[in-house]
């Protein structure tokens, strides 16, 4: 059954100079926009005790040059400063912050009948027409939006928002629960331990070493009292460490994209522990492995890929105990009984024996299916 979906393609642009000047100028406007908009309205908040509703078109008067750019995507500016004040208004937190040159350099427009376009080497934008590019994968359906992006190493992206059509997978009868390991990355119901990818743990030994020689280079343009934007050898390792940083994002959501779709694929029901990962990267012997594996992204992929597949992602309430309670008979240990070290224990009750973390998954599992049952009897009791 095909269904409607929207979904992000993300494809590497190779801007010749003419293109990257205008791509620049872009990032420079869509920055100054958002960093004036934002510090009059709160000059006008201070004065007046009122939201000012101000618009891009108000200020192309006085800043003539925002001119050349694309007018739309100015408006989408406005449209993410009003957002991100919404957000702030509604939950109280996180309150719109300045925009800083070179921190995720990038603008957004919209396609409108064809404005924005591909071909099959290039991606056509407004303003500025045909942009060399690579694409790993062949788009179909209707390009909504377009945002293009610098990444600190100076490659350049292009993201686009398309409306596509994919096919609900089959059913296979099968359901899995899952665990976050600590050495492994994730551990199944059905005793499958998949490891974080070595070629991470490599890419990270090779980010702090390089690292390590960026933090030497600022010692020596300090101790000769040069700029870090002086100094030649600095600027050429920072690229280095962004470099390989970009590798390791790339690499780590390349490995996250092809197992949750995977999972998706070989099971019907993906029961998963819904983790307050803020609350556990504050033990610190726990953040290296949890940010490392990338948990929350992981389960967002699973999330969206459930919907668009016709599959069924169940998160189970972090409070429940999945790794004390004995997933043979149900007993449950005290937290002294199961301190963190202890990676298998048998059951005082039933003599099963349970390996921390698959005994954690089966848990999962039966909890999340539970959880679908209620849902399902829920939904039919009330038609
Ligand atoms: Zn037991």
Same mark, same amino acid.
């Given at each position: 059954m095909p269904k409607q979906i929207l979904k992000a393609y993300k494809i590497r642009l190779y801007p010749n100079e003419e293109q990257q000047i205008f791509f620049a100028k872009s990032f420079g406007c869509t920055r100054f926009i958002w960093n004036r908009m934002l510090s009059d309205k709160i000059d006008h908040y201070n004065e007046h005790k009122t939201e000012l509703k101000n618009t891009p078109a108000q200020y192309k008067k006085e800043f003539?040059?925002?001119?050349? /750019?694309?007018s739309l995507a100015l408006a989408n500016v406005q449209q993410n400063l009003r957002a991100a004040y919404s957000t702030f208004f509604k939950s109280g937190f996180g309150f719109p912050k300045f925009k800083k040159k070179g921190q995720r350099d990038s603008y957004t427009t919209n396609n409108q009948k064809g404005t924005v376009a591909v071909t099959n080497n290039t991606v056509k934008l407004p303003k500025i027409g045909h942009i060399n590019a690579k694409f790993p994968n062949k788009i179909n359906g209707l390009i909504k939006s377009a945002t293009i992006s610098k990444t600190p190493s100076g490659k350049y992206y292009a993201s686009l928002l398309v409306e596509t059509v994919v096919e609900v997978l089959p059913k296979t009868g099968s359901n899995i629960g899952l665990d976050l390991g600590l050495t492994d990355f994730i551990v199944l119901s059905d005793g499958t331990k998949v490891a974080n990818p070595k070629f991470l743990s490599k890419l990270q030994d090779r980010l702090t070493r390089e690292q390590k020689i960026l933090a030497k280079r600022t010692a020596v343009a300090k101790a000769d009292q040069r700029k870090l934007s002086d100094s030649r050898n600095y600027q050429k390792q920072k690229i280095k460490v962004a470099k390989v940083y970009e590798k390791i994002t790339n690499t780590r959501k390349d490995f996250l994209h092809k197992l949750s779709f995977n999972l998706i694929k070989n099971h019907d029901v993906i029961a998963v522990e819904d983790l307050n990962i803020k609350g556990m990267v504050k033990n610190k012997k726990l953040a290296k492995a949890i940010s490392d594996s990338s948990w929350s992204t992981f389960t967002t992929m699973l999330n969206y890929k459930a919907e668009w597949y016709g599959k069924a992602l169940i998160k189970v309430d972090r409070w429940y105990p999945s790794s004390k309670t *004995?997933?043979? *008979?149900g007993h449950l240990l005290t937290k002294a009984e199961l301190p963190?070290? /202890?990676r298998s224990w048998s059951c005082p009750s039933c003599q099963q024996k349970n390996d921390r973390d698959i005994n954690a998954s089966i848990n999962i599992l039966n909890e999340g299916l539970k959880l679908a049952t209620l849902k399902t009897v829920g939904a039919t009791g009330l038609a």
């Open positions: 003539e040059w925002l001119k050349e /750019v694309d *004995c997933s043979g *008979c963190l070290q /202890v």
